[in-house]
Nanobody
Framework: QVQLVESGGGLVQPGGSLRLSCAASGSIFSINPMGWYRQAPGKQRELVARITSGGSTNYADSVKGRFAISRGNAKNTVYLQMDSLKPEDTAIYYC?????????????????WGQGTQVTVSS
């Protein structure tokens, strides 16, 4: 089993910054990719940013130039630096990881999600 634990959400004023962290633990052989999604009230969950094990990134158009995703040295952690936050960034942010685990049946690949962390941008 794999667990994703997020931290770093909170309340911030427009124009402010927050840094989200996500750490994966458990039966992990490799993770590729890791990313952040968000879901605002009444809206579908959407991709915010994603990073591969090789360091390639992609971002939602709405956050390009303001958010930066990175992975820790241990490769089981991912960060989201959010700058110039806007009220429309308010949402629950979820960490996602596509994890490969070695089992007696061979290598199994599965998506895992964190519990979500609330980000509220308001004056």
């Amino acid at each position: 089993q794999v667990q994703l634990v997020e931290s770093g959400g909170g309340l911030v004023q427009p124009g402010g910054s927050l840094r989200l962290s996500c750490a994966a633990s458990g039966s992990i052989f490799s993770i590729n990719p890791m990313g952040w999604y968000r879901q605002a009230p009444g809206k579908q969950r959407e991709l915010v940013a994603r990073i591969t094990s090789g360091g390639s990134t992609n971002y939602a158009d709405s956050v390009k130039g303001r958010f930066a995703i990175s992975r820790g040295n241990a490769k089981n952690t991912v960060y989201l630096q959010m700058d110039s936050l806007k009220p429309e960034d308010t949402a629950i942010y979820y960490c996602n990881a596509r994890v490969s685990s070695r089992t007696s049946y061979g290598t199994v690949e599965r998506d895992y999600w964190g519990q979500g962390t609330q980000v509220t941008v308001s004056s």
